[in-house]
């Protein structure tokens, strides 16, 4: 069983960045498909990015292309989220997922077995 503990959430200005880590323990998750998703207040559960099991293929909501990367690193069982030029939209509850069925990446939120219990972004203006 995997578990996942996200880490690096805070408060920062709009404008600034921050760097999200995601834990995993339990099994070594380089064989997983990994990604972010983030839920706000009063909104559902949305994509943010995704990578397959090698990190070789990355994908990205719209929303956060350009200003996001997802990256992996096997050897520390972690994954990562940069977030630069953080837009007060971008203020959620950041959920990292894992599935170790299916290595290519997955944009569903459905597609995972192992979530974690998120870290709080908040973004001032």
């Known amino acids: 069983q995997v578990q996942l503990v996200e880490s690096g959430g805070g408060l920062v200005q709009a404008g600034g960045s921050l760097r999200l880590s995601c834990a995993a323990s339990?099994?070594?998750?380089?064989?997983?498909?990994m990604g972010w998703f983030r839920q706000a207040p009063g909104k559902e559960r949305e994509f943010v990015a995704a990578?397959?099991?090698?990190?070789?293929?990355?994908y990205y909501a719209d929303s956060v292309k350009g200003r996001f990367t997802i990256s992996r690193d096997n050897a520390k069982n972690t994954l990562y989220l940069q977030m630069n030029s953080l837009k007060p939209e971008d203020t959620a509850v950041y959920s990292c997922?894992?599935?170790?069925?299916?290595?290519?990446?997955?944009?569903?939120?459905?597609?995972?077995?192992?979530w974690g219990q998120g870290t709080q972004v908040t973004v001032s203006s």
């Open positions: 990578l397959s099991w090698n990190g070789d293929s990355t």
């Open positions: 339990g099994q070594a998750v380089s064989t997983c498909a």
């Open positions: 997922a894992a599935d170790c069925r299916v290595p290519t990446i997955h944009l569903w939120a459905g597609d995972y077995q192992h």
